[in-house]
């Protein structure tokens, strides 16, 4: 079941901040979707293959699908076709991988590089090191089918405010340093900073997110 108001209600709010929504529809159905959609929602976010592999031929063509989960390299091949953003690139190897695969489907895949910000080993990403080696790799530069759009990042799930902010404030700070590496590179284009969800995406607002991945408080709970 959609929230509408709650929908409407976020919505109002970013558009006032020029933030932009991902609503994440994981384990959410397409009645679900398609419901949003006729809203006037167009960006959705998934974190399986399989799943958004369904769900892309299910729903409406005009969904900007995004890639919010961790990603294996052996499937990249299936959602390069159609991807509009992924978020999770954490590897060189992944890096090759999307830019191999969007060739050969004659694209430029935008992607977001992770970065590991918070206290939980369960989650992925980038240090603020691997990020600094990433960016001067030099096999960087040859990789013309993929676009470096920005940064991505999951605080800590805590409910302490101090720590969750400076996560976000360290991570803005880092997208500050993609920006200006944006100038030295033909596929570094960064102008989006992705964090926040449904427990801190003010917090991530206040400190610079221009796009929010938003699931439960727009769909309820995942069971
Ligand atoms: C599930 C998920 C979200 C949305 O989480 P909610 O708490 O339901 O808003 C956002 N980002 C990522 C990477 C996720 O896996």
Redesign the pocket.
């Known amino acids: 079941m959609v929230n509408i108001s709650a929908y409407q209600n976020i919505t109002a709010e970013l558009s006032k901040k020029n933030v932009r929504l991902v609503a994440?529809s994981?384990l959410k159905t397409v009645a679900d979707i398609e419901a949003l959609y006729a809203l006037g929602q167009l960006d959705f976010?998934e974190?399986y293959v399989q799943e958004l592999l369904l769900k892309h031929e299910q729903c409406n063509k005009n969904i900007q699908w995004h890639f919010?989960?961790h990603l294996q390299t052996n499937k990249v091949k299936y959602i390069a076709p159609f991807v509009h953003l992924i978020?999770?690139i954490d590897s060189m190897k992944l890096l090759k991988e999307v830019n191999k695969q969007a060739k050969k489907n004659g694209r430029i895949i935008n992607c977001l590089l992770q970065v590991y910000i918070a206290r939980e080993e369960s989650k992925f990403g980038l240090s603020e090191e691997e990020l600094n080696e990433l960016l001067q790799w030099d096999e960087l530069p040859a990789l013309n089918n993929i676009c470096i759009k920005g940064l991505m990042g999951?605080a800590s799930f805590s409910s302490d405010k101090t720590l969750v902010a400076n996560e976000f404030s360290f991570l803005n700070r880092c997208y500050q340093q993609l920006k200006a590496a944006s100038a030295q590179h033909s596929n570094i284009n960064a102008e989006i900073l992705s964090m926040g969800?449904?427990?801190d995406y003010e917090l991530a607002v206040a400190n610079g997110s221009t796009m929010v991945?938003?699931?439960?408080?727009l769909f309820g709970n995942?069971s």
């Open positions: 994440v994981k976010g974190n919010i989960g978020h999770g999951m969800m449904s427990n991945r938003i699931g439960s408080l995942r």
